[in-house]
């Protein structure tokens, strides 16, 4: 299995940017995704999740509002919306898929190499 994410970048504080995330190697479709990430000199978080059909998303408090999961399985990508992005924001995020449990508690079978989200003027 391999997650391939681009999109990360540089952008103003109230800027947006979408991240996505290519999944390969799956033998069904029928798997959870979503993304964490790793601010400077901090443990890493989940940020959100999407379930394999796309009908039930979850998000960690401080993005509720602000991003948006969703995903699409013709393309087996995953996306991340990114809108509003503060200077707290900025962090490596990486994409996840796989494993079991749900929110805070999901933890992933496969990772990616993770993309760099910089919001600063």
């Known amino acids: 299995v391999q997650l391939v994410e681009s999109g990360g970048g540089l952008v103003q504080p109230g800027g947006s940017l979408r991240l996505s995330c290519a999944a390969s190697?799956?033998?069904?479709?029928?798997?959870?995704m979503g993304w964490f990430r790793r601010a400077p000199g901090k443990e890493r978080e989940f940020v959100a999740v999407i379930t394999w059909t796309g009908l039930s998303t979850y998000y960690t408090e401080s993005v509720k509002g602000r991003f948006t999961i969703s995903r699409d399985n013709g393309q087996n990508t995953a996306y991340l919306q990114m809108n509003n992005l503060k200077p707290e924001d900025t962090a490596v995020y990486y994409c996840a898929a796989g494993g079991a449990g749900w929110g805070h508690n999901w933890g992933p079978d496969f990772w990616g190499q993770g993309t760099q989200v910089t919001a600063s003027s």
């Open positions: 190697g799956f033998t069904s479709g029928r798997y959870t």
